[in-house]
């Protein structure tokens, strides 16, 4: 069974080297002729040469992926953290000890949510989209991005608004006041990154210190707030884009938005929203028709990139197809809002104030403010696909006419029900996302939202199945392989220490001694490390179930390994191969624990904790770095234990 031999493996990037020389003879014969027929300089071609030549020295070890578990040094890894020991770890110098080359920082990352209408409490629609926030602002923190922002938050102002505090008996502040405190409340509950909190008294200074920067949350009440949307007004005005004339039209309370004739169905907004009819009630405009074609080149040139998924591409770009008029961006007719500056008659249009909210945090106007210059402009805007045609259409028109850069992306998720059935107040079905978590925990209301439909589509939501699908991956599978695994290591390895064992790398020819590792072994460790490049991809495009498919996967991969391998039953027989899959087996769940940490960061870390892997090593960097070697686990206590699951009414 023992392989005694190194495992070659050969990828397209082994090939480099070779390709570079192909090319290096030709171009060495024929650069004379052509430095002489063109009358080249010999600084082209250096430039020419330099791709070559850097794939000859650093560039190759750039381009390479990490290749396995078996590459790196177990002694690049501080070992400081308190549960790590000090055993010397023998086997860390048959590792390459070549140092990865250095890369330049990466760029800040914004990521936002929309900001929820404080009408009704949070939902678990509002929690869907925060999650998928966090787990990508997680995402990007664990690959070493040190400054992700997150920004959230509520939107107060409005008639909607207004006329539900109204109906409650409360004035506008009290209402809004309290319902925002319950969204901001949803944030730590749902264990955003950074919500467990900056501002709190009790947190300590090293909390506030970590927490600082990584989220944002906006009223639109606050002082701040409202003085981002008048210079934002006075910006447009003062560029000759505002005017003032006089409203007809339909609007529609419930999504705060005006429609066409033409757009209504059946005396409905297209939304299904009640509308009602305005008359020429006076309004400041906005000249959104000067932006349609600049709209248009947008979506043609970058469209595929502005909006995700790329079939509501389609539906954005016809709606401006169909001709933009110029945008009512005021009303008289209630005064629950940011006065518009020199003329508190009016109060500017709830959808502008709401826009403004991105810039708000940042810092605008004050462009040249570190935060501004920093985070500016935001990597993916989420939003629910209702709210598509404001980011898409109208916040890039208004971006423009601002002069500020694009966000590179506005991802419109899909819509969620509930039992088969739109979610409203009326019929008694709103999903509360505090109980769900009080009954279920968070890491299960986080795993289903982001597992159960694809990210983009639609979803429907019912307990039975979030009951049945986590008790399937993050019980029987991912808690089992915990369990056993780490039960073993803790009552058959001495000291509950994890073994020493020899991993390997397939570049490393000049070490001294052989792998212990089998073929079933590297598969497996392989697949974990294919988790942290497929992973990568999966985030970029936003295709966050994929992301949470593969994890699965593997956890799978891991059960079937420990099936076939049986260190229960090598501890009679083989007692130091079964050291061997032990050891291989933590690496794994260390692995796969920390990709999991985006979307499951309570259980994960419990994990994590009980492998003694230090804060410091938690990050897909260290994903391949295999470096339990000699650390002892905690007693092993359950994660994920199963919930029986909800008879079939
Ligand atoms: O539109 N399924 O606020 P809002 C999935 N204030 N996502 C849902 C959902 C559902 N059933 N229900 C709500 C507003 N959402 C404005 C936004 S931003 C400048 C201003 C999520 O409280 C989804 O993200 O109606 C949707 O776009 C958002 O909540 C709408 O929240």
Redesign the pocket.
């Known amino acids: 069974m023992k392989k005694s031999h190194t495992v070659v493996k050969c990828s397209p990037f082994h090939l480099t080297p070779l390709l570079a020389l192909w090319s290096f003879i030709p171009l060495c014969v024929c650069t004379p002729v052509w430095l002489h027929k063109f009358h080249c300089n010999i600084n082209l071609l250096m430039l020419m040469l330099l791709p070559i030549l850097s794939a000859f020295t650093g560039g190759v070890s750039f381009i390479r992926p990490a290749a396995a578990f078996r590459l790196r040094m177990t002694q690049t890894l501080s070992h400081s953290n308190s549960h790590s020991n000090s055993h010397s770890n023998s086997n860390s110098r048959l590792f390459s000890t070549s140092t990865p080359p250095t890369k330049p920082p990466p760029s800040p990352i914004f990521v936002t ?5 404080v009408n009704g409490p949070p ?4 929690a ?2 925060t999650l998928a926030a966090d787990v990508l602002s997680r995402y990007h923190r664990l690959s070493g991005n040190p400054s992700v922002l997150l920004q959230s938050g509520t ?1 107060e102002h409005g008639l909607k608004v207004s006329t539900t505090a109204a109906s409650l008996g409360l004035g506008e502040k009290e209402f809004v006041d309290g319902v925002s405190d319950k969204f901001r409340g949803l944030l730590a509950a749902l264990q955003v990154e950074g919500s467990a909190d900056s501002s709190q008294v009790t947190a300590t200074d090293k909390d506030k210190d970590k927490n600082k920067d990584k989220l944002e949350f906006v009223r639109t009440t606050d002082d701040d707030h409202k003085a981002c949307v008048s210079a934002v007004w006075k910006a447009l005005s003062a560029k000759g884009l505002i005017y003032k004339g006089v409203y007809s039209g339909w609007y529609a309370v419930r999504d ?1 938005c005006f429609y066409n004739e033409g757009e209504l169905v059946d005396g409905l907004a297209p939304t299904g929203a009640e509308v009602v009819w305005t008359e020429k009630e006076e309004s400041y405009f906005f000249k959104l028709s000067e932006f349609e074609g600049r709209l248009l080149e947008l979506y043609e040139r970058n469209g595929g990139a502005f909006v995700r998924p790329a079939s509501r591409l389609n539906e954005v770009k016809a709606f401006v197809k169909g001709g933009l008029n110029d945008l009512s961006v005021s009303r008289t007719s209630f005064d629950w809002g940011v006065k518009v500056p020199g003329d508190e008659s009016h109060v500017v249009y709830v ?1 502008i104030d ?2 403004a ?2 810039l708000t945090k940042v810092g605008y106007p004050n462009v040249e403010n570190d935060k501004f210059q920093k985070f500016w402009p935001p990597k993916c805007q ?6 598509l045609r ?2 898409a259409v109208y916040w890039p028109a208004l971006l423009m006419a601002l002069d500020l850069e694009l966000p590179e992306r506005v991802f419109a ?5 509930v039992n088969g059935e739109k ?1 409203s107040k009326s019929v008694g079905n709103v999903v509360d996302p505090f109980e769900l978590i009080g009954k279920f925990g968070v890491d299960r209301v986080r795993w289903f939202l982001m597992s159960e439909v694809g990210f983009g589509g639609d979803g429907d939501y019912s307990e039975k199945m979030l009951v049945r699908k986590t008790n399937t991956a993050l019980s029987n599978s991912y808690g089992n392989l915990v369990q056993r695994s780490l039960n073993m290591v803790y009552k058959n390895c001495e000291g509950g220490r994890f073994p020493e064992v020899v991993f390997y790398s397939d570049s490393d020819s000049d070490s001294d001694s052989s792998s212990e590792l089998t073929e079933n072994d590297v598969k497996l460790l392989d697949a974990v490390q294919n988790l942290v490049t497929d992973t990568h991809s999966f985030i970029e495009k936003q295709e966050l179930h994929k992301y949470v498919h593969e994890l699965e996967d593997v956890v799978r991969m891991a059960n079937v390994y420990v099936e076939e391998e049986a260190p229960f039953k090598l501890k009679k027989t083989d007692f130091r191969r079964m050291e061997v899959v032990l050891r291989v087996l933590g690496e794994v769940i260390r692995g796969v624990s920390i990709v999991m940490l985006p979307v499951v960061p309570d259980g994960a870390t419990k994990v994590l904790d009980m492998l003694g892997v230090g804060e410091e090593e938690r990050c897909f960097r260290c994903v391949g770095e295999a470096c339990l070697g000699g650390r002892a686990v905690q007693k092993p206590v359950g994660v994920y234990m199963r919930i029986d699951e909800i008879e079939e009414e």
């Open positions: 949510t929309p900001i929820y209408y939902h678990i629609g509002h869907y989209t939107d705060e959808w709401a826009l909210n991105y989420i939003v629910g696909k209702d709210i404001f980011h998720h899909g819509w969620w029900t979610m």
